[in-house]
């Protein structure tokens, strides 16, 4: 079966898994997205935080196009600039750009509905195992009884910040999976919680000013 990073694993969790229809607003997906497309650079160690702002480490790529993409953004930058705003900034397009690249490598394919004048996509996986891989992952990361890896642990904790927050019911429900949240933000590594911190910045701010497409 195919790794898969973060930001891939994080799209198949925003998706039925086994439909393919999206579980959040086109918005929220692309904020999410740009938190894993950060944490999966961090925990490469292509990039890190310091003062609270993201600079690279080196300027070799993954050979992961979603990835690569922001990362050339980053390296191309005469300032560094904080999660927030490289979330900000990365949101807009980064559901496609992810679903384009799964497509490309054969793991999903691209359906689409007609809502009047709109065009809805849905993302059939062709492969169970891989689509309800990302769950199973979440839900160990905050029931399993073993320290978790950093992976589990950004991919539940990015879930939750954007609005996935069923992820571990019947067993644990909203609140128990809030306390859980902070509680492991809290302990996290500086620069992860820095990133983290960035995605529920953004995401409060979007909710603020009403921008919920």
């Known amino acids: 079966m195919r790794r898969l990073t973060l930001v891939d694993s994080l799209f198949f969790l925003a998706h039925d898994e086994f439909t393919g229809k ?3 607003r086109r918005t ?6 740009a ?16 003062r609270k702002r993201i600079r690279p480490l080196t ?7 979603p990835l ?11 300032e560094w600039h904080t999660a927030r705003e490289w979330v900000d900034h990365l949101r807009q397009d980064l559901g496609e750009t992810v679903a384009d690249n799964l497509l490309a490598a054969g793991v999903i394919d691209r359906e689409t509905d007609r809502v009047l004048m709109r065009k809805n996509h849905r993302y059939p996986p062709r492969d169970l195992l891989m689509s309800t891989a990302a769950r199973s992952k979440a839900r160990t990361a905050v029931l399993g009884t073993e320290r978790p890896d950093p992976h589990s642990v950004c991919l539940a904790l990015l879930a939750w910040t954007i609005g996935l927050d069923d992820l571990c019911e019947p067993e644990l429900d909203r609140a128990g999976l809030r306390t859980w949240a902070e509680a492991t933000h809290r302990e996290l590594p500086r620069a992860l919680a820095e990133l983290i911190s960035g995605v529920d910045a953004v995401g409060a701010a979007v909710v603020y000013t ?4």
């Open 68 to 78: 690569d993409r922001v990362f050339s953004e980053i390296l191309g930058e005469r």
């Open 28 to 33: 929220g997906l692309g904020i999410g997205m």
């Open 59 to 65: 300027r070799r790529g993954l050979a992961h196009p």
């Open 22 to 24: 999206p579980a959040l």
């Open 210 to 213: 009403g921008d919920r497409r």
């Open 35 to 50: 938190g894993a497309t950060l944490c999966d650079l961090l925990l490469a160690e292509r990039i890190t935080v310091e």
